[in-house]
């Protein structure tokens, strides 16, 4: 694979990480354009997925969503060889009371 075409792969997932981790819906240009680039390195239901959760008005359900459908989409990239497996999952910011050592 092309440097170039690994880099855009790499942004491509950046913005998507960074959406993901909005508090606000997501359903922007660069999130549009990033899945763009993405097409061919993943199955479009994942895509789809990620561009619905990000218009959700239900918060909760929009990062749920957003944060699965990343996942998601890491591992198809991965799969087909379009990312190294050093990059790692996007892991939840939310608040785990159970492992925030409060109790």
Known sequence: ????????ITRA????REAAAMKSQARTRG???????LRGHCPDE????????AGSDHEIGRSQGMHAAYN??????RTRG???QSTAP???SANNPISSGTT
């Open 1 to 8: 694979m092309a440097a170039s075409q690994a880099g855009a």
């Open 13 to 16: 997932l950046d913005v998507l």
């Open 31 to 37: 999130v549009a354009l990033a899945l763009w680039v």
């Open 46 to 53: 994942w895509l789809v997925a990620f561009w619905d959760a």
């Open 72 to 77: 998601g989409i890491v591992r198809q990239v």
């Open 82 to 84: 379009g990312l190294s």
């Open 90 to 92: 996007l892991q939840s």
